[in-house]
Antibody, heavy 121, light 107 residues
């Protein structure tokens, strides 16, 4: 069964760090692009970061220098290490597979259920 | 950054009616890089359409995507009760951005 399960969310204070995990089953993270998307309470979706199969990474501007995406192929898990957290980082964080459908068509086709991160003093 | 403007913000319709949702990019986006997602309360988003017009696996054929010039459209031919949700467009042509969403609510 194809499944993504996020974990690691919680309540932290501003300036602290947190590491989110996305455990994948049903396909290999080593040969797929994986991404993180977040959603602040009552707001829309915001793309956060992506890791490509060659370990190249990209980030939205607001998290550059603070967040790091990585993966452990042996555990088939993707991580999002978040540091210097701010109140505006409060959101549900979703892990998703960034899938190439052939040609240039691309979209996020499999999603986890999300993990909540709250940054507050 | 490419900004995607979705309209209307809210669409009030009855089951059985047709829904037409718009997504307008601030700059040109290739059709390969435009997707639509559905999100219900408390759930993760679900991919509906990729490549502007291709339905994802398991998506009913009442959902269709199209484009005209630079504007993209998601159409739902006959609304079923389970279709009332929020819909987001997404572009992948220049970095990755989502539109602000259109809520389709029961009239």
């Amino acid at each position: 069964e194809v499944q993504l399960v996020e974990s690691g969310g919680g309540l932290v204070q501003p300036g602290e760090s947190l590491r989110l995990s996305c455990a994948v089953s049903g396909f290999s993270v080593s040969t797929n692009y994986m991404t993180w998307v977040r959603q602040a309470p009552g707001k829309g979706l915001e793309w956060v970061s992506v890791i490509y199969s060659a370990d190249n990474t990209d980030y939205t501007d607001s998290v550059k220098g603070r967040f790091t995406i990585s993966r452990d192929n042996s555990k088939n898990t993707v991580y999002l290490h978040m540091s210097s957290l701010r109140a505006e980082d409060t959101a549900v964080y979703y892990c998703a597979r960034d899938h190439r459908f052939g040609g240039y068509d691309e979209a996020f086709d499999i999603w986890g259920q999300g993990t909540m991160v709250t940054v507050s003093s | 950054e490419i900004v995607l403007t979705q309209s209307p913000g809210t669409l009030s319709l009855s089951p059985g009616e047709r829904a037409t949702l718009s997504c307008r990019p601030s700059q040109s986006v290739g059709t390969s890089y435009l997707a639509w997602y559905q999100q219900k309360p408390g759930q993760a988003p679900r991919l509906l359409i990729y490549g502007a017009s291709s339905r994802a696996t398991g998506i009913p054929d009442r959902f269709s995507g199209s484009w005209s010039g630079t504007d993209f459209t998601l159409s739902i031919s006959r609304l079923e009760p389970e279709d009332f949700a929020v819909y987001y467009c997404q572009q992948y042509g220049s970095s990755i951005t989502f539109g602000g969403g259109t809520k389709v609510e029961i009239k």
